[in-house]
Each structure stands twice: as C-alpha cells, then as structure tokens.
C-alpha cells in the first residue's frame, strides 16, 4: 500500500501510536525524574515517526531489533504498554519479569527481539533472524534500528555486508538523530549521510525524511516489499531529531534551545494532526480525544505497575542464565 492508498482509519492508526509513544515516554521521563525508576532511560521523544511509519509496514511474524533508545520499537511493534512500563517499575509482571528494565524489553511473541544497551549489537542478531527466515523460506523480514553513532561500529559493518552478500530479507533503519551521545554526528563520521554507505555493501541506500511519518512509512513499505519478494536488504536513514537529552538528566550542553526549538516546529505528531486537519479528516476535539485516551492508557499501565509485585528475592537468579538441553 502506498501513501495515498491510506483510509482515514489508517492515519488515525499511526496518529495514535505516535501519540501513545509520546505520552509513555513524558510520563516515563516525569516519574523518572521522581526517583522511582531504576536504571538508565533514554527517551526517543521528537523521533515517533520513524518507529510508527516503519512497523506499520510489518506483519507481526516479521522481526525488529532494536536500541537502547527503544521503547518506541517496541510499542510500535505491538508490545503492551501495561508490561513496558512494568518492566520499568522493575516489577514482575514486566515483559522480562523487571530484571531487565529500559534497555532489555523483549516480546518474541511478536518478533521484538529485543532493546539492547551494547550499540550495535542489533545488527548481527538482525542478520541471523533474516538469515533464518531465508532458511526456513518463510517470507518473514526483519527491521534492524540502529543510531548514527551505531553506524560506526564494526558490527554494523559486518552485519551490512553479510546481508548484502547473501541477499538477506533485513531492512536496515538508520535514525539519524544527529547526536552520538553528546557528539554531533559530523565530528565522528567520514560521511554525513549513513544512507551513502549501503553501495559497499551492495544494498540500495536512502534518505527519508524521519520527521514525517508518511515518507517514512511509503520508503520501507518499499524495502519491505522488496525482502519479502527475496531481492536482498536495503538502508534507510531517517533524519530526525530527539527533543529530550541522550539520557534523563543530560545537561545538554553540547547544543542551544534555540536548535531544539527549530526542530520541535518539525514534531511528527503535530505534522500529521496539522495535514490531516487541512484536509478534513480529523478536527481539534478528535484530536483531543485521541490524546486523552492516549493519555489515560498510560495512566493505566501506570497504575498496573505499581500495583504488580517486585520479583520475589528467591526468583532473582532465575532466567539470568538460560540452559540449554
Ligand atoms: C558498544 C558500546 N559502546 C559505547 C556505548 C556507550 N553509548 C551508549 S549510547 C551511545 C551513543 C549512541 O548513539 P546512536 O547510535 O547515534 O544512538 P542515539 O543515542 O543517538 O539514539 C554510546 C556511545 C555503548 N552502550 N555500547
């Protein structure tokens, strides 16, 4: 399906998910902030679009990696937010028993394979979902998320070509959000778009704009199609921004209000809510409602959280380990 193939009942889709995503990670970070959560949280407010516009293109045999800025992979993906933000809580109840936290949200039940908090790391679990999939000649496809800072790791190299070698069914999607930690991507890398990588590794390579979640969902509905149809991976690279800090609590530093002000004029939310009114889909009080519901489904995994137990002291070495036969 192609953008202008989207009923109305679509847009609202990918209006929604954006709108959850972005209220699961405010309240994360204000509560964050409270001291009640354990651990380390990176937020990936600013960059809904890329997640949303990529995962509605997949089935939920199909398969993502992703980051340790990943909570929008993973509610892009289907992963129920009561159990993400259990996760969080570090309570039991959470999608892996709250041992695991931010960056370790798995749900294989839909092919979330799983946050991870070593960059680049993604990518070789990525190649061997693709590599199975090709194995078993299933149609299956797997989207790799990986950062900019990412892009410069030998994994991601090793990874990109394997897959281009052997034709691999795996969409490889670059979030460029212009900052490896507290680092502006051209002071780290030989090439400003990653995207012009993807020719050494014999791999169409594009820029899309990942500020606008249309574009990005029409560009990998493409990549998509074409692993599905067993003509190898490609590389995506979404220009986006994050409004938040690499982490809660990020002095930032390294960049002016100013610069994050421009970019918010670009927010993904208000882009979509704004066309969409323009044409006469949605209006203000729609809008509203669906940010309110948005708004009360996090409260509600909220809620569930604190409510669940934390796991019992006699459960806390189990499933560290895992055997095997
Ligand atoms: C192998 C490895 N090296 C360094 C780090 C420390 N680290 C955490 S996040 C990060 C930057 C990642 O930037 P990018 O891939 O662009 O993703 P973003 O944070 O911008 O989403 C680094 C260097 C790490 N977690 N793992």
Avoid at 16 to 42: C, Q, S, Y
Avoid at 194 to 212: I, K, L
Avoid at 239 to 265: C, I, L, S
């Amino acid at each position: 399906m192609n953008v202008q193939q989207l009923s109305t009942e679509n847009l609202i889709g990918l209006l929604n998910k954006m709108l959850l995503i972005r209220n699961f990670e405010l309240t994360v970070g204000d509560i964050f902030a409270t001291g009640r959560l354990p651990g380390f949280i990176h937020l990936s407010v600013g960059e809904e679009a890329v997640p949303v516009g990529v995962c509605a293109n997949l089935r939920d045999d199909d398969y993502i990696t992703s980051t340790h800025r990943g909570h929008g992979h993973c509610i892009a993906k289907g992963v129920e937010v009561n159990a993400m933000m259990a996760e969080l809580f570090g309570k039991e109840t959470g999608t892996s028993k709250g041992k695991g936290g931010s960056m370790h949200i798995f749900d294989f039940s839909i092919g979330m394979l799983g946050a991870n908090g070593i960059v680049g790391a993604g990518a070789p679990l990525a190649i061997g979902a693709g590599l199975s999939a090709k194995y078993r000649k299933t149609d299956q496809v797997t989207v790799c998320f990986f950062g900019d800072a990412a892009a410069n790791q030998g994994a991601l190299h090793e990874s990109m070509n394997i897959a281009g070698l052997w034709k691999l069914p795996v969409v490889f999607v670059c979030e460029n959000n212009q900052f490896g930690q507290f680092t502006r991507h051209e002071l780290d890398s030989s090439v400003t778009d990653v995207s012009m990588r993807a020719r050494g590794y014999n791999m169409p390579g594009e820029v899309v704009d990942g500020m606008d979640v249309l574009a990005v969902y029409e560009r990998v509905g493409e990549a998509v199609r074409n692993a599905r149809a067993g003509k190898g991976p490609t590389l995506i690279e979404a220009k986006t921004y994050r409004f938040r800090g690499h982490f809660e609590g990020d002095q930032q530093v390294y960049r002016t209000q100013t610069e994050v002000d421009e970019w918010r004029k670009k927010d993904p939310i208000l882009r979509l809510k704004g066309m969409m009114i323009e044409r006469g889909l949605l209006s203000e009080a729609e809008f509203t409602n669906m940010e309110n519901g948005a708004k009360t489904q996090i409260s509600n995994a909220v809620k569930f959280a604190e409510d669940s137990p934390a796991p019992a002291p006699s459960e806390y070495l189990e499933d560290v380990y895992v055997s095997y036969g």
